[in-house]
């Protein structure tokens, strides 16, 4: 898109939208080790905002688009800077973006096979259950406020065992909200 085509572009986005869900895949948002695209985020973050619309950062968590540059690292270390990535991110943009996509595609993440990342090594690891866990207590403590979310593609009944599992074990997720996105289909009835 040309710059000249940017307004025509904005005035479309405000007349069909009311809410948008914000890019932070690690890989695109942290290319390199440190260096976040943080400025531009919160730039479109904020226009957003302004214009009315309701915010969400997907996903903190994520197998996929993950940073290879993670790979150098082994597994507890991988944790550390996963942990350290959602206080960064959901403590910077606290009170802009208050909804989280904090995990995304649990059910398949353990299994995820196309090519080797991070994301996966850990949640064999130390478990899918337990790394989304600790990913959405660790967003919690430095957003109390926040919607936080899971979200996935998969539905099935594998899906609502990571939920059952996850509220089972860990009691004090219900406070922090947790749902899930639902992608106009119903959960089996159980």
């Known amino acids: 898109m040309s710059?000249?085509?940017l307004p025509a572009y904005k005035d479309l986005l405000t007349?069909?939208?009311n809410a948008v869900t914000l890019p932070f895949y690690w890989g695109r948002y942290e290319p390199q080790e440190g260096m976040p695209e943080r400025d531009k985020m919160r730039e479109a973050a904020e226009w957003c905002r302004d214009q009315g619309m309701e915010l969400k950062g997907h996903p903190l968590c994520w197998h996929t688009v993950c940073a290879p540059w993670l790979l150098e690292y082994d597994n507890d270390t991988i944790l550390q800077k996963q942990m350290e990535r959602i206080e960064r991110d959901v403590g910077e943009f606290r009170g802009l973006i208050d909804m989280w996509d904090v995990i995304n595609e649990v059910v398949i993440m353990p299994?995820?096979?196309k090519y080797d990342n991070a994301v996966t090594r850990l949640a064999n690891h130390i478990g899918a259950i337990e790394l989304a866990y600790r990913c959405f207590m660790q967003a919690k403590e430095h957003n109390p406020e926040a919607t936080l979310l899971i979200n996935d593609f998969d539905l099935s009944e594998a899906y609502v065992e990571v939920i059952e599992q996850l509220l089972r074990e860990y009691?004090?997720?219900r406070?922090?909200?947790a749902s899930e996105y639902?992608?106009?289909q119903r959960l089996p009835d159980r």
């Open 3 to 5: 710059t000249d085509d």
């Open 15 to 17: 007349g069909l939208y």
């Open 111 to 113: 299994v995820f096979d």
């Open 171 to 173: 009691d004090s997720l």
């Open 175 to 177: 406070p922090s909200r």
């Open 182 to 184: 639902r992608r106009s």
